[in-house]
């Protein structure tokens, strides 16, 4: 996982030097300055190609998982016609490669973000047919002066388009690149693609599934979706690097070290996972944790955070996150200190268990679903707003440190079943029809059920969600909000609605990370890239994010 960023001219012209904050500079110095802002997420190495004569800069900030010697970026096509600047993983790269060899003989990949390079020679814009994986790309060709634009299905890998003032295009990984320079600039879309030359480009979403505007039929097979998941967590370990795994104490990431452990050892009998958890001392989360490393037998590490030591990173984290949405603040405060830690270690990937509450119904709040529609429809709707929330964080909060970040739980052919499964099977609480018997069952009940054989101990199997800012420690979510509220007067949150007319701010807290990000990211196009994590209030439940405010909500107990 790196970091991307490129320049397009408005008309496959050379871009003269431009002024920027007092001083003069070429292309090259401007890309590379600004690309300099997320060079958090490529520490071992920046590589820089310039098309001078059309206007073009391409820059990657490289962190090296996977083909480490040869997979430096940008990649340039055999004839120097095509550049590539790619960022994520390419899980099915071995397959592809292995055709392209085929064609090609002797083709060996650099890494394998350098099969779409080979991919778009041979089939156009299709290619995005061809590969699984997570993913944004800028794939430029000097012939046509044309350009390909993709993000991943469900947005995984971040990435922002812009324009500046001329008309030029911008591509980054990071908003921070873009802010200052362009007037315009939103979040590029995941699961959409874009291609052409620069202001006559076509847009499409070349991933369209059934179970986004249908309701799924599919009754769940607790077998067949254990097998899928294995098989996820198995096309997620391939690096080149030493990796380990968060472990929350919750059901979701102690499935997914759980799994690895059980295929590291088919190789490798005496494979001990590194594990990793975050919280104040005596946290819900720890406890669970440890049952759950003792019963793999990981190597596991606890890292106890001081709410001050926390609290002193609020500003640092708005800028990595680039949202003020009060929930992936309060959850990412946690996860930065114990990412740093991580790094220090020498790991350099880690497997994670996002997106299993979006595509299972996992959180609290579901329980108030009043019938199956409504239920999927929310389903359909987190999914698809993961990029603004679990994804940006588990993204941008390792990368902040140099960390890959893993999930396993948002493989696309998982995510593809799993959305297809009907919603009797998945809906949480009383409606739940799994089997064709309706009877109370907890959130995510069939996950839970396909891995209930020797995979975990039923005290975490079984234990009931807890978001990740309440299971570092109840403490935590009481103290951040009560030291940002601190923060804004009275008389200052009256003005909040003629302030920040767009998202106004509906708590002292949500105001202060609204105020922090202002500063950092000035201009309205920067503030609509936020969406704010919100229950449904229409389903009754309170507006307050916490897993803790959620009336079904019981409080662990020794």
């Given at each position: 996982m790196c970091g991307i960023f490129a320049i397009f001219s408005s008309d496959g012209e050379p871009i003269g030097t431009q002024s920027f904050e007092g001083s003069k500079h070429s292309l090259r110095e401007l890309a590379y300055r600004q690309s300099g802002r997320q060079r958090h997420r490529g520490p071992d190495s920046t590589g820089v190609v310039i098309v001078p004569e059309q206007g073009v800069a391409m820059v990657h900030e490289r962190l090296r998982i996977v083909g480490v010697e040869m997979g430096d970026q940008p990649f340039v096509s055999d004839d120097g016609n095509l550049v590539l600047v790619a960022n994520g993983e390419i899980y099915n790269y071995l397959e592809i490669s292995a055709q392209i060899a085929k064609r090609r003989s002797g083709y060996k990949p650099k890494s394998d973000c350098h099969v779409i390079l080979e991919l778009y020679r041979d089939y156009g814009v299709d290619l995005l047919q061809l590969i699984t994986g997570m993913f944004a790309f800028a794939l430029y060709d000097k012939r046509s002066k044309e350009l390909l634009l993709a993000r991943d299905p469900f947005g995984i890998i971040p990435m922002y388009i812009g324009e500046d003032a001329a008309g030029n295009i911008w591509v980054a990984s990071e908003l921070k690149c873009l802010?200052?320079?362009?007037?315009?600039?939103?979040?590029?879309?995941?699961?959409?693609?874009?291609?052409?030359?620069v202001g006559a480009m076509r847009r499409w979403r070349h991933f369209q599934q059934p179970w986004m505007d249908q309701l799924p039929s599919l009754p769940c097979d607790l077998s067949l979706l254990r097998t899928r998941l294995e098989s996820a967590v198995r096309t997620h370990l391939h690096c080149d690097v030493h990796f380990g795994a968060l472990l929350s104490g919750g059901v979701d990431s102690s499935l997914i070290a759980s799994i690895a452990t059980k295929i590291m050892r088919e190789t490798n009998p005496s494979f001990r996972l590194k594990t990793f958890s975050v919280g104040l001392r005596n946290a819900p989360d720890f406890e669970a944790a440890r049952h759950v490393a003792k019963y793999i037998d990981s190597e596991h590490t606890e890292l106890v955070f001081e709410i001050d030591e926390a609290l002193d990173g609020i500003r640092d984290i708005v800028y990595h996150l680039e949202t003020y949405d009060v929930t992936t603040v309060r959850c990412s405060l946690p996860m930065l200190l114990l990412t740093r830690y991580i790094k220090?270690?020498?790991?350099?990937m880690i497997l994670s268990g996002e997106g299993a509450d979006e595509i299972f119904g996992g959180y609290l709040y579901f329980h108030k679903a009043p019938n199956y529609e409504e239920f999927h429809q929310e389903l359909v709707k987190r999914v698809q707003q993961l990029h603004l929330s679990d994804c940006l964080r588990a993204n941008k909060v390792a990368m902040a440190k140099g960390v890959e970040l893993r999930v396993p739980f948002l493989d696309t052919s998982f995510v593809n079943y799993v959305m297809n499964i009907r919603p009797e099977d998945k809906i949480p609480g009383?409606?739940?029809?799994?089997k064709n018997e309706q009877k109370f069952r907890l959130e995510k009940f069939v996950l839970r059920a396909a891995f209930a054989d020797e995979y975990l101990p039923d005290s975490v199997l079984w234990r009931q969600k807890e978001q990740f800012s309440d299971g570092v420690g109840y403490d935590w979510i009481d103290s951040i909000r009560r030291v940002a509220t601190s923060h804004v007067t009275d008389e200052e949150f009256a003005q909040a609605a003629d302030r920040f007319p767009f998202n106004t701010p509906t708590t002292k807290e949500a105001f202060y990370y609204r105020c922090i990000f202002e500063q950092q990211f000035p201009g309205e196009a920067a503030a609509r890239t936020v969406v704010r994590w919100v229950p449904r209030l229409d389903w009754g439940c309170p507006e307050d994010p916490s897993g803790r405010a959620q009336a079904v909500h019981q409080i662990n107990k020794d």
């Open positions: 802010a200052a320079c362009c007037p315009k600039v939103e979040t590029f879309t995941p699961g959409e693609a874009r291609f052409g030359r220090s270690t020498g790991i350099k009383p409606l739940n029809e799994f």
